[in-house]
């Protein structure tokens, strides 16, 4: 398998555009996480799916963010206006079955908002 | 929620020596303890994890080690190399919820 795919891996924009951030779990994997990570704050959980719905939301930081998950191969995570205080890398995951198990990591977004 | 704590936030040790990495959690009710790994410019990878059932698990260098009473766990690397350089993470979580991650630990094993 080719591990969870993201894409882009480097994105950088000006304040106050749109970004749209991509991600290809592993197949046959019931669960998708995205975290954010930076020096501050380290890895923060914004938001996971189970079979494709939202189960958690708590750790979007506020509605610029939003995520959706059409189906079990395809993940977005959108940031509506983009903020200087967004960049960050941002990180896919998906594990098997449920919580409490091995979550794979895909390479990342790095988010560059000038 | 869940608090996670780690400590330290940088560690140097010389090739051959071991690193310890310790980490402390919040909730008692907290049973899933895996430890990730991250490369530069790479994501996250689990290298060892542990349940609430079992006090210790070894996997050839690597570690883990859990103390429910006192609710921490650590991880031990003996023979430390190179390649060990990296960003060490823990992380916990409870019955049913997402991991809470530590704020990592950068280990820089030099030749």
């Known amino acids: 398998d080719a591990g969870v795919i993201q894409s882009p891996r480097h994105e950088v924009t000006e304040m106050g555009q749109e970004v749209t951030l991509r991600c290809k779990p592993i197949?046959?994997?019931?669960?998708l996480f995205w975290y954010r990570q930076t020096m501050m704050r380290g890895l923060e959980l914004l938001i996971y799916f189970n079979n494709n719905v939202p189960i958690d939301d708590s750790g979007m930081p506020e509605d610029r963010f939003s995520a959706k998950m059409p189906n079990a191969s395809f993940s977005t995570l959108k940031i509506q206006p983009s903020e200087p205080r967004d960049s960050a890398v941002y990180f896919c995951?998906?594990?098997?079955?449920?919580?409490?198990?091995?979550?794979?990591f895909g390479p990342g977004t790095r988010l560059t908002v000038l | 929620g869940e608090n996670v704590e780690q400590h330290p936030s940088t560690l140097s040790v010389q090739e051959g020596d071991s690193a310890v990495i310790k980490c402390t959690y919040s909730?008692?009710?907290?049973?899933?303890f895996p430890w990730y790994k991250q490369e530069l410019g790479k994501g996250p990878q689990l290298i060892i994890d542990?349940?609430?059932?079992?006090g210790e698990k070894k996997d050839q260098r690597i570690a883990v080690t859990l103390n429910k009473t006192a609710k921490h766990f650590s991880l031990h690397i003996t023979e430390t190399q190179p390649e060990d350089s990296a960003v060490y993470f823990c992380?916990?979580?409870?019955?049913?919820?997402?991991?809470?991650f530590g704020k990592g630990t950068s280990l820089l094993v030099t030749p």
């Open positions: 909730d008692s009710a907290s049973n899933y």
């Open positions: 995951a998906s594990s098997l079955n449920a919580i409490g198990y091995t979550q794979y």
């Open positions: 197949s046959g994997h019931d669960y």
């Open positions: 542990i349940r609430s059932n079992v």
């Open positions: 992380a916990a979580s409870l019955p049913g919820y997402a991991l809470n």
